[in-house]
């Protein structure tokens, strides 16, 4: 059965560092998302992406986060310079039709 | 601010006992509802979706929807250990196909021997 993948599973940076996470959603999925969770909190939305674009983002998702598909497999989440709130679970997900189907998570730790 | 409210637990059940989790939220024109089960530590896992009024039955998991009173419920039949977990109501926004899903903060289910 098809599936989500995102890589590293954990990462471990330096506040002020650039870091970028990867995603590989379903093959024929058309809808990408990224979520994110801080520990003992909810799962957030923070951007969804159509067609190469963003389609909406939420307040968190601000000029220090970034998307891209860069060769139409991969799905990016880029933070530019990680703060300690950052430190949270990421999930990506994709979606064809109704139902998001969300990968295994990256658990970023900014220390 | 569209909310999705769940009581955050903990369920308690015993195991074969039916456990029943509930959901309410604040946007009337929402139409697509989700229910996921997340283990500690890992990624929210699909169980159910609903999008009409009434019930929809899925082996031993059954979701209900009320659009009139903006109330989902969960009940999963015959409660097994590998249940205990924590459930995530989510609902589908309605600013089109690519909305995002809104979820409560889950109500943490444990199934006892």
């Known amino acids: 059965e098809p599936e989500v993948t995102q890589t590293p599973s954990h990462q471990v940076t330096q506040m002020g560092q650039e870091v970028i996470l990867r995603c590989v959603p379903i093959s024929n999925h058309l809808y990408f998302y990224w979520y994110r969770q801080i520990l003992g909190q909810k799962v957030e939305f923070l951007v969804s992406?159509?067609?190469?674009?963003?389609?909406?983002k939420s307040e968190i998702f601000d000029d220090q986060f970034s998307v891209e598909r860069p060769d139409g497999s991969n799905f990016t989440l880029k933070i530019r310079s990680t703060k300690l709130e950052d430190s949270a679970m990421y999930f990506c997900?994709?979606?064809?039709?109704?139902?998001?189907?969300f990968g295994p998570g990256t658990r970023l730790l900014v220390l | 601010q569209k909310e999705v409210e769940q009581n955050s637990g903990p369920l308690s059940v015993p195991e074969g006992a039916i456990a029943s989790l509930n959901c309410t939220y604040s946007d009337r024109g929402s139409q697509s509802f989700f229910w996921y089960r997340q283990y500690s530590g890992k990624s929210p896992e699909l169980i159910m979706s609903?999008?009409?009024?009434g019930d929809k039955e899925d082996g031993r998991f059954t979701a209900q929807l009320n659009k009139a009173s903006q109330y989902v419920s969960l009940l999963i039949r015959d409660s097994q250990p590998s249940d205990s977990a924590t459930y995530l109501c989510a609902v589908k926004g309605n600013t089109g196909t690519a909305s995002k899903l809104t979820f409560g903060t889950g109500t943490r289910l444990q199934v006892t021997l």
């Open positions: 992406f159509y067609n190469n674009e963003i389609s909406e």
């Open positions: 997900a994709s979606k064809a039709l109704e139902t998001q189907y």
């Open positions: 609903i999008y009409s009024n």
